[in-house]
């Protein structure tokens, strides 16, 4: 079992910068992939950005290169989001998963509202 908690989202002015954390616990990711998500209700939830937790290229949404760099801290089976040049279309509700042996788990959300 893999637990994940984000935190960090919140209301932001367009241009601005949030820092998005997802915190681990029930089992190392070492070696499995993890990313980012976002979704409005009704619609499909998009990835925005993914990578192995070890490391190596990651993917980034087409919508968010250049603006958005996912990170990790090893030590603390943590992932980060950093948002800069934020827009409004970035509101969104932003989910960490983890792909662990085939299964994949999800944190709770958390809102990201960015205004004009």
């Known amino acids: 079992q893999v637990q994940l908690v984000e935190s960090g989202g919140g209301l932001v002015q367009a241009g601005g910068s949030l820092n998005l954390t997802c915190a681990a616990s029930?089992?190392?990711?070492?070696?499995?992939?993890m990313g980012w998500f976002r979704q409005t209700s009704g619609k499909e939830r998009e990835c925005v950005a993914a990578n192995r937790f070890s490391g190596g290229k990651p993917f980034i949404a087409d919508s968010v290169k250049g603006r958005f760099t996912m990170s990790r801290d090893s030590a603390k089976n943590t992932i980060y989001l950093l948002m800069n040049e934020l827009k409004p279309e970035d509101t969104d509700v932003y989910y960490c998963?983890?792909?662990?042996?085939?299964?994949?788990?999800w944190g709770q959300g958390t809102q990201v509202t960015v205004s004009s």
């Open positions: 029930g089992r190392t990711l070492s070696g499995n992939f």
């Open positions: 998963n983890a792909r662990v042996a085939g299964q994949d788990y």
